[in-house]
């Protein structure tokens, strides 16, 4: 919900989105980093 | 170039142009213009978020720094994938349903005009001289690269976009974004592709990385707590956060991205396929210098990548100098190659040698990059310039020098889609700010629609020709290209400030978002100037000193009130 004095407070929708998408997007960076991190150690010196 | 090659490059202005002109059929209302009625799908507006991010700049500069430092640069990326799910929960609803043009508009509804007026002014200022750099950037290196004429390599660039941004406003800009990106990632995948297909037969992919590994070039994240250090996973986590969330979140030239989407959901989704993709095509993009790298293992190099330099250097009085050093890159040259295959060789036969063998490739690698160093040491003092480099070269060399026919026109003509999706969005943006935030609530406050329609073309075709003229200019004042990047990171972190103080709290008042915001870009500048800390830390600086000054000021006045 968007409040008139311009504050944003987080409602179902946006909480929704935060835990299901925000949650996916997160995992998948760490995922992501980790293969990265596994890639530069595995070829490194 | 090959006939083929320009054939290539010609094709693909000529359809960019042509796509681009034929939107202005759907383009008859400002709202048309400047957000295509809010119609996009979700999918053409990624693809176009993703193409303003990705200038030549970051195309040939990224490839370079990866071939000479490696790949460190993509912690510069990783704040972005959390940026945008914050962004997606605050800013796109809160722009869309608000049905605001520009982000800063919104700053009038929440503070007052003049917040508006200064967000917008300081954007407008740092994007239209970061545009003529966008253009200036890679025709300088195009042009000494394919030896062409710079201000006709810069006009090349800029008048075409110029062109279809004009007609076709916001369409143009996004239809023609996708299908650059899809010439950009063509190219991309071309490159990796070639590069691979030219390993020596008795060098594996691995083999190859492991050698790219021994000289450290593959170390992608440092975990190091060091804030002089540019790219550090913290200063990439944290700083690129900020810097992500200014440049997503407030820079109108991204913001109007997201606001031609046909939903909120739209708008969400456009960001989430950066979030996704964004990190893996810049850890694809360095690779390719890496590669490079790897290919100059086993066939030599040029000593430096500036042809033009390079001539220079030899016609000086100091050219018997550059010719012996060329005598030990040779020597030091051939030395390596002989170390890399010695390393090849003992990693497939996977005996205890493999340590030792790559320890000596290392040395010889670091004996080569020894002599490059004085080479560019030489350089410096000949031209006067200490901060020459040819990292920037690396890329373009590699293509024209290297790659097939055919292969070279589709490569140049990414580099122009690169260059050319980023200045038409900032055009685009550029356009919609002077329009809306400038003319239509100071000059004109009430016009007809056609009436601002034809001022919006005017004004685009205007900040294309300052952006062309900045261009043609900062070529020959180097240092300039310094001081407007400077000033656009001093802006950044002070932007998100205020716009926190906008969507954050109730209790900020518009005077404090204003001085807030003037407090925040003169701390950034003190320490910019003043320290070694790492500009992405410029951004939680500002965005933090914004926070607290436009906070402090925003309760003064209550505690006046108290007193009397």
Request: with cysteine.
């Amino acid at each position: 919900m968007i409040m008139p004095s311009g504050n944003v407070i987080l409602d179902a929708e946006a909480r929704r989105f935060l835990s299901r998408t925000g949650v996916r997007v997160i995992l998948i960076e760490v995922v992501v980093l980790a293969a990265v991190w596994l890639f530069q150690v595995y070829y490194g010196r | 170039m090959h006939a083929v090659d320009w054939a290539v490059v010609l094709v693909y202005l000529a359809w960019i142009v042509w796509d681009g002109l034929r939107r202005s059929k759907a383009t008859h209302e400002v709202e048309g213009y400047f957000l295509a009625n809010r119609s996009l799908p979700w999918w053409a507006v990624g693809l176009s978020v993703m193409a303003t991010q990705l200038s030549a700049i970051t195309l040939v500069g990224t490839t370079g720094r990866g071939y000479a430092e490696g790949m460190s640069i993509l912690q510069l990326y990783l704040g972005l994938p959390v940026a945008m799910v914050i962004l997606s929960v605050t800013v796109v609803p809160f722009f869309y349903r608000a049905g605001v043009f520009t982000a800063y508009e919104y700053l009038e509804r929440r503070f007052d005009a003049k917040t508006r007026t200064l967000a917008s002014v300081l954007f407008q200022l740092s994007r239209s001289l970061s545009c003529g750099v966008v253009i200036a950037a890679p025709a300088v290196i195009l042009s000494v690269v394919l030896e062409w004429n710079l201000t006709l390599t810069i006009l090349g660039i800029g008048l075409p976009t110029v062109l279809y941004t004009m007609v076709g406003g916001v369409q143009a800009v996004t239809w023609t974004d996708v299908k650059q990106m899809v010439v950009i990632l063509g190219a991309v995948g071309a490159a990796v592709g070639l590069l691979l297909w030219q390993l020596p037969a008795d060098v594996s992919l691995g083999g190859a990385l492991h050698l790219a590994g021994t000289t450290g070039r593959l170390q992608a994240l440092d975990f190091q707590w060091d804030p002089t250090k540019t790219y550090t996973f913290w200063s990439g986590l944290i700083g690129g956060l900020f810097l992500m969330l200014s440049y997503f979140g407030c820079d109108q030239s991204q913001v109007q991205r997201y606001l031609t989407a046909k939903s909120i959901d739209d708008g969400r989704q456009s960001l989430l396929m950066s979030a996704y993709w964004k990190i893996p095509l810049q850890f694809v993009i360095p690779l390719i210098g890496v590669l490079i790298f790897v290919f100059f293992v086993f066939n030599r190099p040029p000593m430096l990548f500036n042809s033009q330099h390079d001539r220079a250097i030899r016609a000086s009085a100091r050219g018997a100098e550059y010719v012996a050093l060329e005598q030990r890159f040779g020597d030091a040259y051939e030395a390596r190659r002989q170390a890399a295959l010695a390393a090849a060789e003992a990693r497939k036969r996977g005996d205890g040698s493999v340590e030792a063998a790559e320890h000596a490739f290392g040395r010889a690698d670091a004996d080569l990059a020894s002599v490059r160093t004085a080479a560019t040491a030489l350089v410096r003092e000949v031209s006067g310039d200490d901060k020459w480099g040819d990292v920037n070269y690396v890329f373009p060399s590699f293509v024209t020098t290297h790659m097939p026919v055919g292969l070279v026109g589709l490569i140049i003509a990414a580099i122009f889609a690169a260059a050319m999706s980023t200045i038409a969005a900032e055009l685009n943006s550029l356009s919609t700010a002077t329009i809306i935030d400038v003319y239509k609530r100071y000059l004109k406050t009430e016009g007809s629609d056609a009436h601002y329609l034809t001022a919006s073309k005017l004004v685009t075709g205007f900040w294309g020709l300052v952006a062309c003229v900045a261009a043609i200019f900062a070529t020959s004042l180097g240092p300039l290209i310094d001081v407007v990047n400077r000033f656009g990171s001093f802006f950044y972190g002070s932007l998100l400030g205020v716009f926190a103080l906008a969507i954050g709290t109730r209790r900020a008042t518009a005077n404090g978002a204003f001085w807030g915001g003037l407090a925040g870009i003169a701390v950034v500048a003190v320490v910019a100037f003043t320290t070694p800390i790492a500009f992405l830390w410029h951004n939680v600086i500002g965005a933090l000193t914004v926070v607290a000054v436009g906070m402090a000021v925003s309760s003064a006045p209550a505690r006046r009130r108290i007193v009397s």
